[in-house]
């Protein structure tokens, strides 16, 4: 059984940073791709960046794109998302997604098969 767990959501002032972690599990992650996705409220979930886990391929959204930065940890099984210079438009939930057998990152939510339980991110003004 495929598990996504996100964690190092917060609250953190504008100008701030934290890093989310998405811990994998119960597959064979080496050829797949894992996302960073977001919803704020009252809005549709859109594609923050991804991850290629065999050769570390990126791709990121343009509203994040030299502020964010997806790393991978093949050991622990972990993709990072470290958050820089956050702004209050950056408040959302936080998800991490996976796709089996990938080479590239993909960027639509229809694409992902396995999801996490997101995580809350909240920068103040």
């Known amino acids: 059984q495929v598990q996504l767990v996100e964690s190092g959501g917060g609250l953190v002032q504008t100008g701030g940073s934290l890093r989310l972690s998405c811990a994998a599990s119960?597959?064979?992650?080496?050829?797949?791709?894992m996302g960073w996705f977001r919803q704020a409220p009252g809005k549709e979930r859109e594609f923050v960046g991804g991850?290629?886990?065999?050769?570390?391929?990126?791709l990121y959204a343009d509203s994040v794109k030299g502020r964010f930065t997806i790393s991978r940890d093949s050991v622990k099984v972990t993709v990072y998302l470290q958050m820089n210079s956050l702004k209050p438009e950056d408040s959302a939930v936080y998800y991490c997604?996976?796709?089996?057998?990938?080479?590239?990152?993909?960027?639509?939510?229809?694409?992902?098969?396995?999801w996490g339980q997101g995580t809350q991110v909240t920068v103040s003004s």
């Open positions: 991850v290629t886990w065999s050769i570390g391929s990126t």
């Open positions: 997604a996976a796709k089996s057998s990938e080479t590239y990152v993909p960027s639509f939510e229809y694409e992902y098969s396995y």
């Open positions: 119960g597959h064979t992650f080496s050829t797949s791709a």
